[in-house]
C-alpha cells in the first residue's frame, strides 16, 4: 500500500478551516482509502507532470497527487 | 477524447449508450435541434473537471497554494498523518492565543508580545501540571480534571457555591 503524506501547506489551511476532532478522522480516513484508490477522485485540469486530483470530504476539498509509491495531500481547500 | 455533433431524435433513440461513452470514453456530444447546437452531454467526472478548472481561474489563491504545496512536497517536507492531526491542533491553539492577545491588548493597553508570552507561560504550566498530575488549576476557573476517553471532551462547570471559589471541572461523562 501506498504511503501518505500532508504538505506544510495543505496543514495550515487545513487548521484555518477549524475541523472537528470528528472531520479531522474522516479527512485522514478518506486520505488513507486514496491511497488504496487514487483514483477515486476527478481529474483536476492543473499543468503539473503528475496529474493532480481532487476528492471532497464534507465540507473539505482534498487535492492530492500520487504515484506507485505514496500519496500526497498537496492541498486542503474549502469545498 | 472525442467531440460528436447528433441530433435531439438521435440521441434520444440511445443516450444510454452515449451517457455511457461520456462517462467511459470521455466523449463528448453536441446535441442539436434543427441544425443548431442546444447542449453538451459530457460525462461526470469531466464535467466536475470542468468546474474544478473554472473554480481554479477564480481562486488565485488556491492555484499558489497547490504550488507551494507541491514545492514543499518535492523538497521532502511531507508531514506523517499522526504529526497532522498534532499540528493543526497546534496551529488552531496559536491563531487563538494570538486573537486573545490582540482583544486583552486592546482592553488593557499592555502590548500584545507581553500578553501572548503571560498566556504561554500559563498554558504550558496548566499543561504540564494536567500532564504530571492528570488535573490542573487555573487561576480564577477553579481546577481542570484530565480529558477522560469516551467523553465528549467538553468541560462542565457545576454551579458555584458560595465560599467555595475553587470548584472541580468535570466532564460531561462524570456529571
Do not use: C
Not at chain 2, 518535492?74 to 506523517?80: L, N, P, Q, R
Request: aromatic share 6%; glycine share 6%.
Amino acid at each position: 500500500m501506498r504511503s501518505y503524506w500532508y504538505s506544510p501547506t495543505a496543514v495550515k489551511r487545513l487548521a484555518e478551516l477549524h475541523p472537528t476532532d470528528e472531520e479531522l478522522e474522516a479527512i485522514d480516513s478518506e486520505a488513507k482509502m486514496l491511497a488504496k484508490t487514487p483514483k477515486t477522485g476527478f481529474l483536476l485540469p492543473f499543468d503539473n507532470p503528475r496529474e493532480l486530483r481532487r476528492y471532497d470530504v464534507g465540507r473539505f476539498g482534498l487535492i492530492y497527487r500520487f504515484d506507485d509509491k505514496r500519496l500526497d495531500i498537496v492541498v486542503v481547500i474549502g469545498a | 477524447m472525442a467531440e460528436e455533433l447528433t441530433s435531439i431524435s438521435k440521441a434520444r433513440a440511445s443516450l444510454t449508450r452515449l451517457s455511457r461513452a461520456a462517462k467511459r470514453r470521455m466523449h463528448r456530444y453536441i446535441i442539436t435541434h434543427e441544425g443548431l447546437p442546444q447542449s453538451v452531454l459530457v460525462g461526470f467526472d469531466e464535467y466536475l473537471s470542468m468546474k474544478a478548472a473554472v473554480d481554479l481561474m477564480q481562486h488565485p489563491e488556491i492555484v499558489a497554494d497547490i504550488q507551494a504545496g507541491l514545492h514543499e512536497l518535492d523538497e521532502g517536507k511531507g508531514i506523517s498523518p499522526a504529526e497532522m492531526k498534532q499540528r493543526v491542533r497546534q496551529m488552531e491553539r496559536q491563531e487563538e492565543t494570538a486573537r486573545l492577545a490582540t482583544e486583552i491588548s486592546a482592553a488593557s493597553g499592555v502590548d500584545p508580545g507581553t500578553v501572548e508570552a503571560v498566556m504561554d507561560s500559563l498554558a504550558e504550566r496548566i499543561l504540564s501540571q494536567v500532564e504530571s498530575r492528570g488535573r490542573a488549576s487555573i487561576p480564577g476557573v477553579g481546577e481542570v480534571v484530565r480529558y477522560l476517553p469516551g467523553s465528549s471532551g467538553r468541560l462542565k462547570v457545576p454551579e458555584a457555591t458560595e465560599g467555595a471559589p475553587e470548584t472541580a471541572l468535570k466532564t460531561e461523562t462524570e456529571s
